[in-house]
């Protein structure tokens, strides 16, 4: 059996964890009103998602650049939606907190699957030399 990149397997769980967050959120009372703003739609990021696996499997470091840079993309047009903290669009008190948790939540989840992305990208793989 070949031995896979473990970098790019994280990177795979990490955008797979948002893809599983953006899901389990239609679930909410709450999503009807301020599922958009929390995160992206779903549709976003279910390519980029399965791009990173096929990049796990395949090892294929093009693959890997461009799902992280989609998700780089995703991330710009997550931060749009930064004035959810502030309170510019008014988010009723039994609702607040769930609506910014899953709004940062997302954030950092988002900017974790960049980040690993991008360093995955540039490492050298390394060889093991058995003598």
């Known amino acids: 059996m070949k031995e896979r990149n473990l970098l790019y397997f994280i990177t795979a769980v990490t955008a797979t964890l948002f893809l599983i967050i953006q899901i389990i959120i239609r679930f909410m ?3 009807n009103l301020y599922g958009i ?3 992206l739609p779903l549709h976003h990021s279910i390519i980029p998602v399965i791009v990173l696996w096929l ?3 395949f090892e294929e470091k093009g693959l890997l650049l461009t ?6 993309v995703l991330l710009g047009l997550h931060m749009n939606n930064s004035g959810i903290l502030s309170g510019t669009p008014y988010v009723i ?8 948790t899953v709004y940062v939540l997302g954030f950092l989840v988002l900017l974790g699957t960049v980040g ?7 490492k050298k793989p390394t060889t093991i030399v058995q003598e």
Do not use: C, E, K
């Open 37 to 39: 703003v929390a995160l």
């Open 67 to 72: 799902s992280t840079a989609i998700f780089t």
């Open 29 to 31: 009372p709450w999503f």
């Open 93 to 100: 008190s039994q609702y607040a907190p769930m609506v910014r």
């Open 55 to 57: 990049a796990w499997y």
């Open 116 to 122: 690993i992305g991008y360093y995955s990208y540039l």
